[in-house]
Every structure is written in C-alpha cells, then in structure tokens.
C-alpha cells in the first residue's frame, strides 16, 4: 500500500475518531463505532490501531501537533531573544485554547483524563523544552539573559506556562492577561531583580 494512501486513512481515522470522542466521550466510544463512522471496516481500524486507547492518543496527539505547527513558525521568525520569547509565550496560549475549544471544552471530556493527555503530552513538553532552550540560548549568547542552564530554565518556563493553560480558558483572565503582556513578561524576564510600579 502506497504511504501517502496509508497517511491518508490514519489521519482520516484519527479525525473521525476525535469527533466522536469530542461529541460522546471517550468512554461510550467503541472502536465498531470509529469503523462505522469513518465508512471503513474494523479490519482496517485494527490494522492501524490495536485498541481504542491507541487511537485517543493519536487523536490528542494530533491536537497537540496543531500547537507544535504554530511554535515552529514562530521559532522560524528573526526577531530577538525577548522578543521571541514573548511571541512564543502567547502564540502558545492562544494556541492551546484554539485546540481546546474546537475539542469542546469545557463540555466535552476528550481532553479532561489528564493522565492520558499528559502521557501524549511528553514528547510535546521535550519539543518545546528544545524550542525555549535555543531562544534562551539565544539570549544568552547575546547578552540579554543572565541564566546558568538554559535547560533548567526552559524546564521552568514550560511548567509557568502549563500554569497559565486553565486561567488562560476563562475569557476574563485571557483579556486580563493580554492587557498585561508587556508587564507579564517584564515579571518573567526581571520580576526577581527590578521593581515594576503596580
């Protein structure tokens, strides 16, 4: 069978089986339901996925992928250190709340078992961790950040930002943050060692 062909159902499958996990619940999703939905046999749904587990991994990994796209071009943008990292930082919110509405949230459960989504997450996290790093890298080099391990500190920042994930969903808190962007990352580039009047 022709890869792209191959390529073509997996993704088709993942998508039908999103929708369904979005509209029913991962638990009252069945993988005869996918095959059903998707106008394929079940043979072919197992020749790609052995449970239904491993098909609501796909699926959420595929979300995240949608975040990685978005981090990827702005890592391909020229700007400076600060400047990228401040870009990033909210691209990356709006983007998680960009995937986190079109899977129905907070309504729907697709994204609410946290161990399984964390569990797809890992490899997102060390993506992104390689990403901060060589912005911060960046920085360093140039004279603007003052750090002793780029890792470490990415490390930090990814984990600030996952704190920012579920406040960031409340349209409220977002606007609040987004009127507060300059001093947002003022707090995070020189919150410990300058004052910045409240």
């Known amino acids: 069978m022709e890869t792209s062909k191959i390529s073509k159902t997996r993704t088709a499958l993942i998508e039908t089986a999103r929708q369904l996990f979005v509209q029913n619940g991962k638990e009252h999703v069945t ?4 095959a059903v939905a998707s106008g394929r046999g079940r043979r072919t749904l197992y020749l790609y996925f052995r449970n239904k587990n491993e098909i609501y991994l796909a699926a959420v990994e595929s979300e995240l992928n949608l975040l990685v796209n978005r981090l990827n071009d702005v890592m391909m943008k020229n700007l400076p250190p600060e400047k990228k990292l401040e870009v990033y930082i909210f691209t990356r919110l709006e983007a998680l709340k960009e995937v986190t509405l079109r899977n129905g949230l907070p309504r729907s459960d697709f994204l609410k078992d946290i161990y399984e989504v964390e569990k797809a997450r890992r490899p997102i996290d060390l993506k992104e961790i390689r990403m901060l790093k060589q912005i911060l890298e960046a920085g360093k080099i140039a004279g603007i950040f003052k750090i002793e391990s780029s890792q470490w500190t990415a490390m930090m920042i990814l984990y600030a930002l996952k704190g920012f994930e579920g406040p960031y969903l409340n349209n409220a808190i977002s ?23 409240d």
């Open 31 to 34: 993988m005869n339901d996918i």
């Open 175 to 197: 606007a609040y943050i987004k009127e507060h962007r300059e001093r947002i990352i003022h707090h995070l580039l020189y919150g410990l060692t300058s004052v910045y009047d």
